[in-house]
């Protein structure tokens, strides 16, 4: 069977507002331009997978099913917009977290754990996809890969770029204004349609 590209994007401060640890589904707000940028990446027959670092499980602050309620929330969000999302991973782990979440593990990113689960379960070709997301986590979880990794000013992107951009290693193969610029640049760039 054919293997399918995806974008994998993170979810806080990319798809929906950042508002720090969301526990509630009243604090889940998409950013505008979100349900656009995942409808053109759904319309160009590439897979739409969410991966998200979700500390707070380990933190105590929430346990894990309000993790998949809020992100239960947010593909219905999503769908009546007309976009949808193929799969949702996320990390409950850290280590300064509660057991048994405080561990060293291969999903929190910028690990690959999520991307090779997803890539597996989804039947994903990895070479052809690419990352994005508003830390500069997302861009190495990409880079690791060998994959592009695009940067989105909202969240805390325009943070990571004043506080870290002189320290990166490899700087992220696009810098955009939001979710919906970065997916259209990648839809557009011929390196990415090998």
Known sequence: MKKTPAIFIDRDGTINQEVGY???????ILIPGSAEAIRLVNQSGRKVVVISN??????????????KTINAALIKMLAAEQARVD?????????????????????RKPASGM?????????????????????YTDVLTGHRLGIPGLLVRTGF??????????????????IAADLLEAVRWLLQDKAFQK
């Open 115 to 135: 991307l090779l689960q997803a890539a597996e379960e989804l039947n994903l070709d990895l070479t052809q996809s690419a990352v994005i997301g508003d830390k």
């Open 22 to 28: 969301i526990g509630q589904v009243k604090d889940l």
């Open 54 to 67: 979700q500390s707070g499980v380990a933190r105590g602050y929430f346990d894990e099913q309000v993790v």
């Open 157 to 174: 992107g325009e943070r990571e770029i004043e506080k870290h951009s002189a320290t990166w290693n490899k700087a992220p193969d696009f």
């Open 87 to 107: 799969g949702i991973y996320y990390c409950p782990h850290h280590l300064k977290g509660y057991p048994p979440y405080n561990i060293e593990c291969s999903c």
